[in-house]
């Protein structure tokens, strides 16, 4: 297959991610660019509000096949595997994945194509990223439960440490208390990772950091049994969403410090500058 043919992956893209440490390859939802949150440091461009389109299962699936089937063809005369090259299968894309009605389906769907393959020739993890809003949503805890039966994980946004931030971050009016909920929720259904996007705002004048430390820490702390860690990382590329130019990208100095802290308590915590 030639590289020409991977513009029709329409719901598939592969890509270098800093969090997996090695090649992901994507699935997206969200071909419209429509999420229910609206985070000021979302890097999609033209992101507004709104639902998942229909998706083509069919055409999602033989995009997917494509794609591994590409990525195996290049390895072809190497010794390594694709599980070697490939760190996972990762639901993200342009919006939320959990809000698409297909998104239970499209999992199982992901399932049985990883099932008819060689362990070795298929990506060593399936990941969900997901601002856990849908956790309330029967059929959404189900899939979940099918994705621990698959040895996948969930990567659960958290970006605040109160409501005001939130709003400010996520422009969410989503209580922290409901949302922490959720996360406990996602925990008891999936082996579960926090992914935390810590940045620099301009306001009035003063450099605000986002999460505060204390409250976010306050926030976790119940949860530490439950979580398998935490992954802070900086902002790496421009935000599309930042229409003042207030974000600036946090030095690897104060990352640090957040993960020492956090380290101190007990967490486990993973950092990506």
């Not at 190497?78 to 698409?100: H, K, M, N, W, Y």
């Not at 802070?232 to 421009?238: F, V």
């Amino acid at each position: 297959m030639s590289y020409a043919s991977t513009r029709h992956w329409q719901y598939i893209y592969p890509v270098w991610s800093r969090r997996a440490q090695g090649l992901s390859i994507g699935i997206n939802l969200h071909p419209n660019h429509c999420c229910n949150w609206h985070c000021v440091y979302c890097q999609v461009p033209g992101l507004q509000r709104g639902p998942s389109p229909t998706i083509d299962t069919h055409r999602l699936q033989q995009g997917l096949t494509d794609c591994l089937n590409w990525l195996t063809l290049h390895i072809h005369y190497t010794t390594l595997t694709l599980r070697d090259c490939v760190q996972d299968i990762a639901f993200a894309g342009d919006g939320e994945p959990t809000t698409s009605p297909q998104f239970a389906e499209i999992l199982d769907m992901v399932a049985h194509l990883m099932q008819q393959r060689k362990p070795h020739d298929r990506p060593a993890n399936l990941r969900l990223i997901t601002n856990g809003s849908q956790l309330q949503h029967a059929h959404i805890q189900h899939a979940l439960k099918r994705l621990h039966e698959m040895g996948g994980e969930v990567w659960f946004k958290l970006d605040a440490g109160n409501d005001g931030e939130m709003l400010a971050v996520n422009d969410t009016h989503l209580p922290l208390a409901l949302h922490l909920q959720r996360l406990q929720t996602c925990c008891t259904l999936c082996t579960t990772w926090v992914q935390t996007a810590i940045f620099s705002r301009s306001l009035h004048g003063e450099t605000v950091t986002t999460p505060t430390l204390p409250g976010y820490m306050e926030a976790l702390l119940p949860l530490k049994q439950r979580i398998s860690g935490i992954l802070l990382y900086g902002i790496a590329r421009p935000s599309q969403q930042d229409l003042c130019g207030c974000i600036q990208a946090t030095s690897e100095k104060i990352l640090e410090k957040y993960a020492s802290t956090l380290r101190t308590q007990g967490f486990r915590v993973r950092m990506f500058v």
